[in-house]
């Protein structure tokens, strides 16, 4: 009865590689998101979707192209990976956007090594 | 300038200990502050929401300074389960932005 859940947990993958990373929420929430934590443990928002809207989109490089299906679901499809794609990415849910005081819940995180 | 900086520590105390951490951000236009922890490889849970009046959850308390842009945790009577990275998060420009977190060891 996981609340947020990611497929794959693990992704080790070649540079130029083609990699996709799934994303579930079983809570009801209206909006979700991806953010990437780096090396240094910096946690940065990459997207987020209301309702299957994207509504924010920080700057992410465009080899980067999130997919919602419906509104429990938001699935992470990386092209042409780099190096720099290393990374853990979570995925989070909320039960509003635009009312930040509402929780997020996070996913446990796909750690994505790119060789 | 970070739009949220924490000192990254590590801060090490002994079980019992009184520990605080601090934190400040860059939008004077911030509405909502938060503290989040993160145990090693796994997702950042919430630990509690910080309100300006300030506001305790059992050892725990927070405290907002508006003017200083400055928010702290206090945590007292530290246990060993309290070993963990603690985030500081503010909402600015309607997303939430994440510090780098403060992390903590405890030890017996």
């Known amino acids: 009865d996981t609340a947020v859940s990611q497929t794959p947990k693990y992704l080790v993958t070649q540079m130029g590689n083609d990699k996709s990373i799934k994303c579930e929420q079983n809570?009801?929430?209206?909006?979700m998101y991806w953010y990437k934590q780096d090396s240094k443990k910096f946690l940065k928002i990459m997207f987020s979707y209301n309702n299957k809207e994207l509504i924010i989109n920080e700057t992410v490089p465009n080899r980067f192209s999130p997919k919602s299906p419906d509104k429990a679901h938001l699935n992470l499809h990386i092209n042409s990976l780099e190096l720099g794609d290393s990374a853990v990415y979570f995925c989070?849910?909320?039960?509003?956007?635009?009312?930040?005081?509402?929780?997020?819940?996070f996913g446990p995180g796909t750690r994505l090594t790119v060789l | 300038r970070k739009e949220v900086e924490q000192d990254p520590g590590p801060f090490n105390v002994p079980e019992g200990a009184t520990v605080a951490f601090n934190c400040t951000y860059s939008n004077s236009a911030s509405q909502s502050f938060f503290w989040y922890r993160q145990d090693c490889r796994k997702e950042p849970k919430l630990l509690m929401s910080?309100?300006?009046s300030g506001n305790e959850d059992g050892r725990f308390t927070a405290q907002l300074n508006r003017a200083s842009q400055y928010i702290s945790l206090l945590i007292r009577d530290s246990k060993l389960s309290d070993s963990a990275t603690y985030l500081c998060?503010?909402?600015?420009?309607?997303?939430?932005?994440f510090g780098t977190g403060t992390r903590l060891l405890v030890s017996p």
């Open positions: 998060v503010v909402n600015s420009f309607q997303k939430l932005v």
């Open positions: 989070a849910s909320s039960q509003e956007s635009g009312v930040l005081t509402d929780t997020q819940y």
């Open positions: 910080v309100y300006s």
């Open positions: 809570l009801g929430h209206d909006t």
